[in-house]
């Protein structure tokens, strides 16, 4: 068919009858669920990896090394396909391993979430390298130890470097998801999208929902996204430093005052 | 009030394969004011940081108040590096005020002032606050506490940096040029609120250029140059009657 005939062909009435239907709200649901669990589970696994890249130790800065050469520089699609076929033809897939190689939706959010890990690992090492040197000096100087340094100098101020592009992962984790459909058993959008057209064809129809979807989703966080970067992205002034106060009371729990 | 309370004895330090100290011997009393001034390059900086071990030494031996600071001495004589925890302790019983302020630009200036007691020893917040309060007093900023560094001017900021450091009632004070990044007309502030220091009886070691400081509170002159202490002597003689071709030629390009 030519482009003009499938726009002509476009069955509108199939299009508005799946477009908000609960077919695609639980695979969209489903992809906020996968994308909140991964790339938080990614930003939690970065923090330790982060700090064993900058150590000095080789015992530790190796292993991180190689984790992060591997998972950078291989097809996510790879890993995902690894982590769900790999492991179970790899340990003779014992029952214990079954969660992730009998459950394609708990592989694929393993596997996207030790992806994700690698990647926040040089978000967070970035953000902590950034705080100037002198304020470890100066913590040190004043009697702290060094993780006192790290927690209530270091870190906090290095949030504020790390927040805003850890956002924009977010939005990247939230597409990423439709990656998920190699494995053939996870019903996000794009899955779900396929399911109906190779029921009835209306690919295009089909597909433009799963778009839309994904629209629905990325505009909203990039909402979100811009009012925190209204927060964090300006210089360090006072009102930046106040908020991150805020948020380091709030991420950090230390709520004294 | 006249035991030492720095003995530094033959301090060698290297970066690599520079030596940037080259046998450091000093010694300062209780109460004494010493500056240690000196071309650029020539250690000062680095050796004010081995003295409170923000620098490891690679040979020597450095006390403070008595004690190893950063090192303890193994039954064989060796001296063996302390834990995090350890050095941290002793730390807290030494002051320093560095050239770029170095306060927390996520704290106000108040909790700047206090977090370090309340972390380090464990003092009660209220406690903290009301000795914050009455240091920032003593600096001359007491309507500065809710502030945010960024707020300040360099030399405010020097003189919170300054609080902040006694509120840890340290035994001695450590300065690193902390007029060398100001404006000029900034300078005075804080010298002032060093002599008042002084004044108190706190131990200080400044490294800086300020010959009208050294000459006014100073109990005594140093001069380093590549990695060793060329001389030493009260600030009058110092200043007009320097023994050593190396110490004239270094006071003719500031004097």
Redesign the interface.
């Known amino acids: 068919m030519t482009p003009l005939a499938v726009f002509l062909d476009f069955d509108s009435t199939f299009f508005f009858q799946i477009l908000f239907s609960t077919a695609f709200i639980w695979p969209a649901l489903l992809v906020i669920e996968i994308t909140l669990v991964a790339q938080t589970a990614g930003i939690i696994l970065g923090f330790p990896l982060a700090l064993g890249r900058m150590s000095r130790n080789p015992l530790f800065k190796l292993p991180v090394d190689f984790y992060l050469w591997i998972f950078r520089g291989t097809p996510l699609v790879l890993q995902i396909l690894f982590i769900y076929d790999g492991t179970a033809e790899l340990f003779n897939n014992p029952p214990i391993l079954y969660p992730i190689t009998r459950n394609a939706v708990v592989a694929g959010t393993l596997a996207l979430a030790l992806n994700e890990a690698a990647y926040m690992t040089e978000i967070i090492r970035a953000g902590l390298q950034a705080v ?1 040197p ?2 470890i ?10 993780l ?1 340094a790290m927690r ?2 270091v870190i ?2 290095a949030l ?1 470097i790390i927040v805003p592009p850890t956002f924009n992962e977010y939005i990247n984790m939230s597409k990423n998801t439709s990656l998920l459909v190699i494995m053939g058993g996870v019903a996000e959008l794009l899955f779900t999208a396929q399911a109906f057209y190779s029921a009835n064809y209306r690919v295009f129809e089909a597909l433009a929902v799963a778009a839309i979807w994904y629209l629905l989703i990325t505009s909203f966080l990039t909402q979100i996204q811009s009012s925190i970067e209204k927060r964090f992205g300006e210089r ?3 009102a930046a ?2 908020r ?2 805020f948020l ?1 009371r709030l991420m950090l729990g230390g709520g ?1 005052r | 009030m006249n035991a030492p309370v720095i003995k530094a004895e033959d301090v060698h330090k290297r970066f690599h394969s520079l030596e940037v100290l080259k046998g450091i011997n000093l010694t300062v009393d209780g109460g004494e004011v010493v500056v240690i001034m000196g071309p650029s390059g020539s250690g000062k900086s680095t050796f004010l ?1 081995c003295l ?1 071990h ?1 620098e490891k030494i690679n040979s020597g031996r450095i006390e403070i108040n008595g004690h190893f600071i950063g090192y303890r001495q193994a039954p064989d004589g060796r001296l063996i590096e302390e834990s ?2 350890k050095v ?2 002793q ?6 005020v ?1 050239q ?1 302020f ?6 106000t200036v108040i909790e700047n002032v206090m ?2 007691p309340v ?3 464990g003092t009660s ?1 209220s406690v903290a606050r009301q000795r914050a309060l009455d240091l920032l007093e003593q600096v001359g900023l007491p309507e500065k506490a809710d ?2 560094p ?2 300040l001017s360099g030399g405010q900021q020097q003189r919170v ?1 300054i609080a ?2 006694l509120a ?1 009632d340290p035994k001695v004070m450590l300065f690193d040029e902390p007029t060398s990044a100001l404006d000029p007309e900034l300078v005075g502030e804080v010298l002032d609120t060093m002599k008042a220091l002084a004044k108190t009886g706190m131990t200080m070691v400044c490294v800086t250029h300020e010959v009208g400081f050294a000459r006014e509170v100073a109990d005594r002159a140093v001069l380093m140059d590549d990695g060793v202490v060329v001389e030493e002597g009260a600030p009058e003689a110092f200043f007009t009657a320097p023994q050593h071709s190396r110490t004239k030629q270094f006071l003719s390009k500031i004097l």
């Open positions: 100037d002198g304020q000096d100066a913590a040190k100087a004043l009697g702290m130890t060094r006192q209530h100098i906090p101020q504020r360090q002034d006072v430093a106040a991150t106060g380091r004294r | 940081r409170n923000l995090d925890r941290a302790r730390r807290a019983e030494i002051g320093m560095f770029r170095n306060l927390f630009p996520h704290m977090l370090p972390l380090v020893k917040r502030v945010y960024a707020k940096a902040r450091a840890m």
